[in-house]
């Protein structure tokens, strides 16, 4: 592999699974602190708020500036504000609220410019989606800020946002607009903060279609892991071919 000289590392099943670190992630990074080759953190986790996930990271070993950890939330919120959508009915968990708040956006139940779907957890329920549903044939914008099927839970498989977005797409009959991964505009602000252009950069993920394939769509390189929600048979059918697939986080300073 020819050299990288930025990467952009996806957290959960990356970093760890569950409540478990990846044996070894913490050294990887202090490897490549020591070699000078800067880094950043995008994960498509909407179901905490950044300084909720800085705090978890240290829980577990790590210790990575809450500012290197950009979150889809964090986001959608910089990007609703630039375009003037300030009320927003969001389907989101509390925590993650926090951050649409801190950026000026106003949690609405009425008249929203946008409904925005996370990973709303137990926030799910009908009487929720049927209103995001009837807001969104008032006139509201869908934005969400992930569309992955799925991630890998402390006690297995979880549902992410994407099947519910998905199902107010089939509902509506309307595309939603993607704040996260595979989002080229989420993966450019990131890059962007390590001073690195697309084709010098490589994301590191778990994901062969957020993770590997947006990132290629991006004209970065993506290295699989095998770790979090990776599956051979995904990666068989999924049609896209990482540059490099890795045991672990913890293996990557060996191809560097």
């Not at 300084?51 to 790590?62: C, I, P, T, W």
Request: hydrophobic share 45%.
């Amino acid at each position: 592999m020819t050299a990288i000289h930025a990467f952009l590392i996806d957290i959960d099943g990356v970093l760890y699974v569950g409540d478990r670190p990846i044996e070894g992630a913490d050294r990887a990074l202090r490897e490549l602190d020591r070699r000078g080759i800067p880094y950043r953190f995008v994960s498509n986790t909407t179901r905490r708020s950044r300084a909720s996930v800085a705090r978890r990271l240290e829980s577990l070993g790590y210790t990575i500036p809450e500012a290197w950890v950009i979150t889809a939330p964090v986001a959608a919120a910089a990007h609703l504000k630039e375009g003037g959508r300030t009320r927003c009915f969001l389907l989101t968990t509390s925590d993650a609220r926090t951050d649409f708040e801190g950026a000026g956006i106003r949690a609405v139940e009425e008249n929203p410019d946008a409904v925005v779907v996370a990973d709303a957890a137990e926030g799910f329920t009908y009487e929720n989606m049927n209103r995001a549903f009837r807001l969104l044939l008032s006139g509201a914008d869908l934005v969400a800020l992930e569309k992955d099927r799925y991630w890998m839970g402390s006690d297995g498989l979880m549902l992410s946002a994407g099947p519910f977005a998905a199902a107010l797409e089939y509902a509506t009959g309307r595309e939603a607009e993607v704040i996260g991964k595979p989002s080229p505009a989420f993966f450019f602000r990131a890059l962007a903060e390590t001073g690195a252009r697309p084709e010098e950069a490589a994301m590191v993920g778990d994901d062969i279609v957020t993770d590997i394939g947006g990132a290629q769509a991006c004209g970065m390189r993506g290295i699989q892991v095998r770790t979090g929600k990776y599956r051979e048979e995904t990666l068989a059918w999924s049609g896209i071919t990482p540059d490099l697939v890795i045991d672990s986080l913890a293996d990557l300073p060996e191809y560097l």
